[in-house]
């Protein structure tokens, strides 16, 4: 095992499978497998008092969510806010083939702030999605090299932000 | 990650170590998925943090929890896919008033 986050970014399909992993089993259901996989990693990763991260957008839906099931989830994560510039790194994701959901994900991954430990950015973006994993994979040389172009024009801190790593839910259950 | 080796009759032996990490038993049930990138292999049954949430639940409340979880399962895959798209984000530069400014001092958590 060569990398082990101390803070991820969940992307909205995992939390959501966690939280529908939680309403089959009020249910007296098993969690399908990809709802199992979610939970198990979000089990794992809190296991490794690995931080966890939301964005914007899949806090608000939570707060609209049953509190039976949202709080907990709410609870044991943070959600990020945007960080400036973060939207026209998206924007360049989006030229690069990421649609604007997916492109938006990973510009948080860079450009999104915890405001309560003042940490912007996190390590790694961890998603149920392989279809934007392997893009962002694909693509990553590319991305690197349109990344160092934006903020090297970029003011103190944001010369300093670095990108993710984009990583699968199996990915966790096996590498980590 | 483990490389499994499959017998004659189909049959493969999962590393004691996993086992053990995984805290299976004899009988315990696994789910074989087949996906675009192979074969995947699941452990059935709630995870440790699931578990525990449900535990922390009152009676009422899980009784209140199983109405709701109804509620949800009654929906249909766009009403729910409806549910989990609110608020989507925009990308758009007439949009960026909410981004927060960050002072000097921070730094990346890397």
């Known amino acids: ?161 670095t990108l993710p790593r984009v990583v699968a839910t199996a990915e966790v259950l096996t590498d980590w | 990650m483990e490389r499994l080796i499959v017998d004659a009759e189909g049959k493969v032996i999962i590393p004691p170590e996993v086992i053990q990490k995984r805290g299976l038993r004899p009988g315990d049930e696994l789910t074989l998925v087949e996906t675009a990138e192979g074969l995947l292999v699941y452990q059935g049954g709630a995870d440790s943090e699931t578990m525990a949430w449900w535990n922390s639940l009152s009676e009422e409340e899980r009784r209140l929890a199983e109405a709701e979880a109804r509620r949800y399962e009654a929906l249909s895959e766009e009403e729910r896919e409806a549910l989990w798209n609110e608020g989507v984000e925009s990308i758009e530069a007439d949009a960026e008033g909410d981004e927060v400014e960050l002072p000097a001092r921070e730094r990346p958590a890397r």
């Open chain 1, 1 to 161: 095992m060569s990398f082990q986050p101390g803070n991820v970014l969940l992307d909205k399909g995992v939390v959501r499978r966690v939280y529908e992993a939680r309403v089959r089993l009020a249910l007296g259901q098993p969690p399908t497998p990809f709802q199992a996989e979610a939970a198990n990693v979000w089990a794992r990763l809190r296991a490794l008092n690995t931080q966890l991260y939301i964005t914007e957008q899949t806090e608000h839906i939570l707060q609209r969510r049953s509190p039976l099931f949202a709080t907990a989830l709410l609870a044991q994560t943070r959600a990020l806010k945007k960080g400036r510039y973060l939207r026209r790194w998206a924007r360049r994701l989006r030229e690069m083939g990421f649609s604007p959901e997916d492109a938006i994900v990973i510009a948080y991954g860079s450009f999104g702030l915890d405001l309560q430990s003042q940490r912007i950015g996190v390590e790694a973006v961890v998603t149920n999605d392989l279809k934007l994993r392997a893009h962002f994979h694909v693509r990553l040389p590319t991305i690197r090299e349109h990344f160092a172009q934006m903020i090297v024009q970029l003011s103190e801190p944001y010369q300093g932000l």
